[in-house]
C-alpha cells in the first residue's frame, strides 16, 4: 500500500479559515433570516481597478490573435513586468534590484511555503506567535517538526511571543536559528517595524549566518512615512533576506492570483560539505522546475497597477479600505474595547472582552452580532484571548458592524 506524509497528521486542526467557514455556513443555514457581516477572511471586496481590467482585457485580446498569441512564458515571468516593479515599486524606496532577483509567481502564499523545498530539514526556524498559518504548518507538513505540545507549539520549531506587553514586536532568540519568519505590516496583529528595528533583524542575521524570510504583503497600505516598504531599505539585508509580495491585497488579486519573491544574487546558504552556494540559482531552478510561471494576461493586469492612472486608482481602493479601518478601530474604541493595528495594516487586532477565549469570542460575535472574525489563537497559542477583524468590507456593512458592537458592549 503506498505509504501517505505522516507529517500531515500531526497538525491538530483543519486550517484556520476553511474551519471559520464551515461554522459560518452552519449558521447560516441555521439562521437563514440573519444578515451575516464578514470581517473575518482577509479577502478583499472592491473591484479591480479600471486600468487593470483594461489591461487585462487587452490581454486576453493579444492570445486570440495569430500574430499576438503567447504560449509559454518565462518561469521567472516577463521582463517587462520585473522591471516596472523594480522602477515603480523597489526604486523609489532606494532600492536597486537585477531583473534576474525578482520571481513573478502566483501569490505569496505559495511562495513563503514552496521557499522550504531549496532548505535542508535541519535548519531551525523561529517563527512569531501569532502570525499568519502557513509558515508554521508548511514547516509541520514536510517534517521539520515533531508534534506539538498541550499549547500547540511543535516541537523542533522557535516560537517568538508577540504581545501587547512587547508591543507585538518579538525578541531576539537566545538559541541557534536558521530560518527567520517576519511579516510586516503584520498580519493578524497590524503592527509595524522601525527601520531601527528592522536593522537590528538584518544585524543579528548576519552575526549568526541566518536567513530572513520577510513577508512584505502588506506593505502598500504603510501610512507613516518612517516605517520601511522593504526590507531592503536596511543595509546589509540583501546578504540575508528573501522578501515576498503579492497583488492579493495590494491590487484586489485575490482572485487573479500574482505575487513575486526577491532573492538577491549576494544571498548565500550552505552545502553539507560547507561550500556558500547562491540561493537565487537553487529558487530559479526550483521554479523551472515546478512552475510554469504566471498567465501572461494577468502579467498585463500587473503591470497596469504601476501606470500612473492605475496606482492612482489602486490607491483609492486602498485608501478606502484604511478607512474603513480607522472606523473599526475607532468605533471599537468607543464602546471599551481595547485594540490595536488599522494604522499602517487593514487589520484591527482586538483584545476580547471579559476575557472571553478567542473561538468563544468568534461564537458569541456570530450568534448574536451576525458578525464574522477571526479567533486569534488560530494563529497561535500568543493570539489566544485575542481577534482579528479585517477592514475589507463595504463601507456600509463596517458601518452597521460598529453599531452592533456599540449594541453589545458599549459603555
Known amino acids: 500500500m503506498a505509504r501517505l506524509n505522516d507529517n500531515y497528521l500531526k497538525l491538530k486542526a483543519g486550517y484556520l479559515f476553511p474551519e471559520i467557514g464551515r461554522r459560518v455556513k452552519a449558521f447560516a443555514e441555521a439562521n437563514p433570516e440573519a444578515k451575516l457581516i464578514r470581517l473575518g477572511i482577509g479577502d478583499v471586496t472592491r473591484p479591480l481597478a479600471p486600468v487593470v481590467v483594461k489591461a487585462f482585457h ?6 486570440a490573435q495569430t500574430k499576438t498569441f503567447h504560449g509559454y512564458g518565462p518561469e521567472q515571468g516577463y521582463d517587462w513586468l520585473i522591471k516596472t516593479i523594480i522602477e515603480k515599486s523597489y526604486q523609489p524606496l532606494g532600492v ?92 493578524p496583529t497590524g503592527a509595524v517595524a522601525s527601520r531601527a528595528q528592522l536593522q537590528g533583524w538584518v544585524d ?45 491585497k495590494t491590487a484586489g488579486f485575490t482572485g487573479v492570483r500574482c505575487g513575486l519573491t526577491v532573492v538577491p544574487e549576494t544571498l548565500m546558504a550552505a552545502t553539507a560539505s560547507g561550500e556558500k552556494i547562491a540561493l537565487n540559482r537553487l529558487w530559479n531552478r526550483r521554479q523551472c522546475t515546478k512552475f510554469n510561471g504566471v498567465s501572461y ?12 492612472e492605475g496606482w492612482g486608482q489602486v490607491k483609492e481602493t486602498i485608501d478606502f479600505y484604511m478607512e474603513n479601518a480607522r472606523l473599526i478601530r475607532q468605533g471599537l474604541g ?78
Not at 468607543?334 to 484591527?348: E, H, K, M, Q, R
Not at 479567533?375 to 456600509?396: K, T, V
Request: glycine share 10%; net charge negative.
Open 96 to 187: 536597486d534590484l537585477k531583473l534576474s532577483e525578482v520571481f513573478i509567481s502566483d501569490g505569496s502564499k505559495c511562495d513563503t511555503a514552496n521557499i522550504l523545498d531549496i532548505f535542508d530539514l535541519g535548519n531551525r526556524v523561529a517563527i512569531c506567535d501569532p502570525v499568519y498559518p502557513v509558515y508554521n504548518d508548511t514547516n509541520v507538513m514536510i517534517g521539520r517538526s515533531g508534534e506539538a505540545d498541550e499549547k500547540g507549539y511543535y516541537q523542533g520549531l522557535v516560537y517568538m511571543p508577540c504581545t501587547a506587553e512587547n508591543q507585538f514586536s518579538p525578541a531576539f532568540p537566545t538559541e541557534k536559528i536558521d530560518l527567520i519568519y517576519l511579516c510586516y505590516p503584520n498580519n
Open 334 to 411: 468607543d464602546a471599551g474595547i481595547t485594540c490595536f493595528g488599522g494604522v499602517n495594516a487593514p487589520y484591527i487586532w482586538l483584545k476580547t472582552p471579559g476575557g472571553m477565549a478567542s473561538w468563544e469570542f468568534f461564537d458569541k460575535l456570530l450568534s448574536e452580532c451576525h458578525v464574522v472574525g477571526t479567533p486569534g489563537s488560530g494563529f497561535g497559542p500568543s493570539g489566544e484571548g485575542y481577534f482579528r477583524l479585517s477592514a475589507f468590507g463595504e463601507r456600509d456593512n463596517v458601518i452597521e458592524a460598529i453599531k452592533r458592537f456599540r449594541a453589545q458592549w458599549g459603555q
Open 58 to 63: 487587452a490581454g486576453i485580446d493579444e492570445l
Open 297 to 308: 494576461p494577468v502579467q498585463r493586469a500587473a503591470a497596469a497597477v504601476y501606470s500612473e
Open 204 to 248: 543579528y542575521a548576519r552575526a549568526n549566518e541566518a536567513i530572513i524570510l520577510f513577508d512584505a504583503a502588506y506593505e502598500a497600505f504603510i501610512t507613516e512615512a518612517d516605517i520601511p516598504h522593504s526590507i531592503y531599505e536596511i543595509p546589509g539585508a540583501k546578504d540575508c533576506a528573501v522578501e515576498f509580495r503579492s497583488f492579493s
